[in-house]
T-cell receptor, first 115, second 109 residues
């Protein structure tokens, strides 16, 4: 089946620093990738949608200058949290979709803690 | 606006059957998904319904009524490992997934 990996699985960083999270589709070409954030006991919140080779589309309320998304290839998308603050601490999950197929395949998630 | 409703929490007994309901109001409809999410983990795919009716897959079944904007996930022969959150999500006219808040299912021995 389709596999999506994320790295790192967890990260602790200091306030003010930047953190990069990678999302890779291992056995398929992901024309579209999605980045979600999930706070404890809450549902998934879509942050942005990215198509390979083009700029990401951000959801309302998500700062594009703070959450930089790069989808440079059909197998890799990165999310960089710039100038992280404690309120950015969350569970970040990516998912990927192949072509026009409707199903999204989820990565295992990255738990970010900002101290 | 777009809206998906599902109960916040349900409790059931090991070995029993539980039905988790989901109602939706979305701009367009291209299918409804059910995902299972254990605490601290990413969601895993359970089912996809785009036509009315019941889809059975082992202990899990999913039902859809498009005219009523309604779906349910039926879990049979409950096991302790079924304790998780169950997320209902609808694919809208833009092929964007609209997520419900999830139903936390607690299984008691």
């Amino acid at each position: 089946g389709a596999v999506v990996s994320q790295h790192p699985s967890w990260v602790i960083c200091k306030s003010g620093t930047s953190v990069k999270i990678e999302c890779r589709s291992l056995d398929f070409q992901a024309t579209t990738m999605f980045w979600y954030r999930q706070f404890p006991k809450q549902s998934l919140m879509l942050m942005a949608t990215s198509n390979e080779g083009s700029k990401a589309t951000y959801e309302q309320g998500v700062e594009k200058d703070k959450f930089l998304i790069n989808h440079a290839s059909l197998t890799l998308s990165t999310l960089t949290v710039t100038s992280a603050h404690p309120e950015d601490s969350s569970f970040y999950i990516c998912s990927a979709r192949e072509g026009s197929f409707y199903e999204q395949y989820f990565g295992p998630g990255t738990r970010l803690t900002v101290t | 606006g777009q809206n998906i409703d599902q109960p916040t929490e349900m409790t059931a007994t090991e070995g029993a059957i539980v039905q988790i309901n989901c109602t939706y109001q979305t701009s367009g409809f291209n299918g409804l998904f059910w995902y299972q999410q254990h605490a601290g983990e990413a969601p895993t795919f359970l089912s996809y319904n785009v036509l009315d009716g019941l889809e059975e897959k082992g202990r899990f079944s999913s039902f859809l009524s498009r005219s009523k904007g309604y779906s349910y996930l039926l879990l049979k022969e409950l096991q302790m490992k079924d304790s998780a959150s169950y997320l209902c999500a609808v694919l809208d006219s833009n092929y964007q997934l609209i997520w419900g808040a999830g139903t936390k299912l607690i299984i008691k021995p």
